[in-house]
């Protein structure tokens, strides 16, 4: 499956998982090299769930949620506390 991979997507790589690539100052090697870490990535991913937004997928080597929507990855994140605590406070508010 082909997967297009936004520069939104490897800004996000960039910004939260390795900003030592922000030091590049060419910017097609910095979007190459975070392309090709991306795709490694999205190789070890494995499907979680899908719903109107998209699919999740995880890769539990890289600790990180991918959302695919139409052939497009759209985000990447990870998993951390702080998305833990704000998902836990909707909770509270829906109840």
Do not use: W
């Not at 109107?52 to 991918?66: I, K, Y």
């Amino acid at each position: 499956m082909n997967i297009v991979l936004t520069e939104h997507v490897l800004l996000r790589y960039i910004e939260r998982f390795n900003p030592n690539l922000a030091s590049i100052t060419n910017s097609d090697e910095r979007f190459n090299r975070a392309r090709m870490a991306v795709m490694c990535i999205l190789k070890s991913a494995h499907y979680v769930s899908d719903d109107h937004r998209g699919v999740l997928l995880h890769s539990p080597s890289h600790n990180c949620n991918l959302i695919v929507q139409s052939k497009r990855l759209i985000t990447i994140y990870s998993p951390g506390q702080k998305a833990q605590r704000r998902e836990g406070k909707q909770k509270q508010y829906e109840q």
